[in-house]
């Protein structure tokens, strides 16, 4: 969703949405598949625009580390907010576009919380796309 209208930007909609059961909801469960096994992670903040996820890691010492953990790899995304829905995924590098979006997007999702406000602008970025 664009902040200012709640309506994605026509140039980042994708044409089917199966990321939208996840919108509202506080904390994904992302579980990946790396060449080191699979590994679980537990993510808040994020956005959707129902086509794609945009995920948010904390600045820190190992920045790089979202980045390595879901970029190029296999991932299940679920919650216990929407039961048994399990969608796969992709992750990979957000376009400026996607990135402009998605920090706007999260920092007005998120505007009663300064903190994660500051992830949304701050924090490692990366994009989930359908599997």
């Known amino acids: 969703m664009a902040p200012e209208s709640g309506e994605a930007d026509d140039a980042l909609v994708a044409p089917f949405a199966p990321f939208a059961p996840f919108d509202g909801v506080l904390m994904l469960r992302l579980d990946t598949e790396t060449p080191a096994g699979e590994q679980t992670y537990y993510v808040t903040p994020f956005v959707t625009d129902g086509g794609r996820l945009f995920v948010f890691d904390e600045p ?3 920045s790089d580390a979202l980045e390595e953990l879901l970029v190029g790899n296999r991932t299940a995304v679920s919650s216990n907010a929407t039961g048994a ?7 990979d590098l957000p376009t400026p576009a996607e990135e402009a979006w998605a920090r706007d997007a999260c920092s007005a ?17 990366v994009t989930l796309h359908p599997a």
Request: no cysteine; proline share 0%.
């Open 60 to 62: 820190g010492d190992r």
């Open 109 to 125: 999702r998120f505007f009663y919380d300064q903190a994660l406000q500051d992830l949304a602008q701050l924090g490692g970025l």
């Open 85 to 91: 829905l399990r969608v796969g995924a992709v992750g």
